[in-house]
T-cell receptor, first 114, second 113 residues
Framework: DSGVTQTPKHLITATGQRVTLRCSPRSGDLSVYWYQQSLDQGLQFLIQYYNGEERAKGNILERFSAQQFPDLHSELNLSSLELGDSALYFC?????????????FGPGTRLLVL | DAKTTQPNSMESNEEEPVHLPCNHSTISGTDYIHWYRQLPSQGPEYVIHGLTSNVNNRMASLAIAEDRKSSTLILHRATLRDAAVYYCILRDVHQGGSEKLVFGKGTKLTVNP
């Protein structure tokens, strides 16, 4: 158990819809990272937040957005969903800002867009 | 995008040592070499990391070449629970200082009973 929790575990929705994925980092960690894992693309970094502020951006689509709240939990919002958004979404956390630090990953949310 | 090269797959027998190689010829002087693994249906899990010297922890050992252009993850006695995809990762730094971890395709390790 990494100490990172993600909800929900599974999500099934239709194209065009909007969903919100939630992540709670390990106690004491200030950074939250979001990753997308699809069969053809592997694990792709989407975005990082540190103590409520956006810190780094990866391959995140404009239809996707994230935020980190004062209690440090984070939400990833996916809108105008397409079939290709079906994937596993992982959240990770670390103590500080550097990508050199160990990241602790949650169990993931499996999103299926029909 | 990925700065590391790993074999797509490897196979081992239970209770035997496993050596998982990784090439990272473009590594910079300040980059740590990170290893994560992903068991089936789970999120990635940290295994080990190092900079220059060989490193040991309860999960594995990391042997780093003197020129740092390659490294080897060593599982001393493979168990069935070690069957996973193993990722060797460097930090990717872009112009302007933005960074990210780039997970390549990794090495899928199969452990035979």
């Amino acid at each position: 158990d990494s100490g990172v929790t993600q909800t929900p575990k599974h999500l099934i929705t239709a194209t065009g819809q909007r969903v919100t994925l939630r992540c709670s980092p390990r106690s004491g960690d200030l950074s939250v990272y979001w990753y997308q894992q699809s069969l053809d693309q592997g694990l792709q970094f989407l975005i990082q937040y540190y103590n409520g502020e956006e810190r780094a951006k990866g391959n995140i689509l404009e239809r996707f957005s994230a935020q980190q709240f004062p209690d440090l939990h984070s939400e990833l919002n996916l809108s105008s969903l397409e079939l290709g958004d079906s994937a596993l979404y992982f959240c990770a956390s670390s103590a500080g800002t550097s990508f050199q630090e160990t990241q602790y990953f949650g169990p993931g949310t499996r999103l299926l867009v029909l | 995008d990925a700065k590391t090269t790993q074999p797509n797959s490897m196979e081992s027998n239970e209770e035997e040592p496993v050596h998982l190689p990784c090439n990272h010829s473009t590594i910079s002087g300040t980059d740590y070499i990170h290893w994560y693994r992903q068991l089936p249906s789970q999120g990635p899990e940290y295994v080990i990391h190092g900079l220059t010297s060989n490193v040991n922890n309860r999960m594995a050992s990391l042997a780093i070449a003197e020129d740092r252009k390659s490294s080897t993850l060593i599982l001393h006695r493979a168990t069935l629970r070690d069957a996973a995809v193993y990722y060797c990762i460097l930090r990717d730094v872009h112009q302007g200082g933005s960074e990210k971890l780039v997970f390549g395709k990794g090495t899928k390790l199969t452990v035979n009973p």
